[in-house]
């Protein structure tokens, strides 16, 4: 018997927004996340907590909403609590999102790339990918301008402040959590 293999029909963003945030659904489908573009501006933000202080990260609801979503979600499920940084690039990124520790790691699920034109400058939050269509929770921060990595890995987010805390995460620091 030949078995013909068939691409999966296209969702629609509606659709998929839909799946995502069902998937990101807090414990016992707790209330789920929307953040708009106008939504009031500490609505949009993210504070991760790490043992070398805080960070203030603005996510850009508007350039990429299904992983600012699926971030949230995973904010408010705790998910992020307790993680290390597993990989600090000197001059270039320090990344988490794995809760393996081990940079292979995941949340269960996949996001579409929504590659954006924002350009990766110093603190550019982007989401991290092992091929297209493979983003989850893994996201990394810039310590420079990137401009290889435009266009090719989803921007959303930028640090608006703690750049001197960005610049002292060193490998395996805690991130004690994230709220907004």
Not at 74 to 83: Q, S
Not at 95 to 112: A, I, N, S, Y
């Amino acid at each position: 018997m030949l078995l013909v293999r068939r691409p999966l029909p296209r969702f629609s963003v509606a659709l998929l927004a839909a799946v995502l945030l069902s998937h990101c659904a807090g414990p016992a489908g707790g209330a789920r996340s929307r953040v708009s573009p106008a939504a009031p501006p500490w609505e949009r933000r993210g504070f991760p907590v790490l043992d070398r202080g805080t960070l203030e990260i603005e996510l850009l609801s508007a350039e990429a909403p299904l992983t600012v979503a699926a971030f949230i979600g995973l904010v408010e499920r705790r998910y992020f609590d307790g993680t290390r940084w597993h990989r600090v690039v000197p001059n270039f990124v320090v990344q988490d999102g794995d809760p393996r520790g081990d940079g292979w790691g995941g949340p269960g699920f996949v996001l579409r790339d929504e590659v954006n034109p924002t350009r990766y400058e110093v603190g550019t939050v982007g989401m991290a990918l092992s091929g297209p269509d493979t983003g989850g929770s893994q996201y990394f921060i810039t310590h420079s301008p990137q401009p290889h990595l435009d266009g090719i890995y989803p921007v959303f987010g930028r640090v608006v402040a703690g750049g001197a805390v960005l610049d002292a995460i060193a490998m395996g620091d805690r991130i004690r959590s994230i709220h907004r």
